[in-house]
């Protein structure tokens, strides 16, 4: 098992930034990706960017340019640096990590997440 601590959520005017940070503990060995998805209201849960253990990554179109993922692999922590914020990135964010090959084989369903932290952008 895999647990995921999140933290750094808040409310921020548009144009701001957060950070959001991810601690994994437990069976982390197992894990390859670390990542961050969204979820607004009457929305389904989307990828925001994801980053591989060997530091391959994947934005989501709407937050190039914008957003920054990071991770420490030694400390099994990922950062979301998230800047000019937009009320469009209003959701709960959720921290996810899987293993690839498990992912392939069974979808998502094995995957991890973490409790989810509230963003929040007032225009």
């Known amino acids: 098992q895999v647990q995921l601590v999140e933290s750094g959520g808040g409310l921020v005017q548009a144009g701001g930034s957060l950070r959001l940070s991810c601690a994994a503990s437990?069976?982390?060995?197992?894990?390859?990706?670390l990542g961050w998805y969204r979820q607004a209201p009457g929305k389904q849960r989307e990828l925001v960017a994801d980053?591989?253990?060997?530091?391959?990554?994947n934005y989501a179109d709407s937050v190039k340019g914008r957003f920054t993922i990071s991770r420490v692999n030694a400390q099994s922590t990922v950062y979301l640096q998230m800047n000019s914020l937009k009320p469009e990135d209003t959701a709960v964010y959720y921290c996810n990590a899987y293993n690839a090959a498990i992912r392939g084989a069974y979808g998502t369903v094995r995957d991890y997440w973490g409790q989810g932290t509230q963003v929040t952008v007032s225009s």
């Open positions: 980053i591989t253990r060997g530091g391959s990554i």
């Open positions: 437990g069976s982390i060995f197992s894990i390859n990706v």
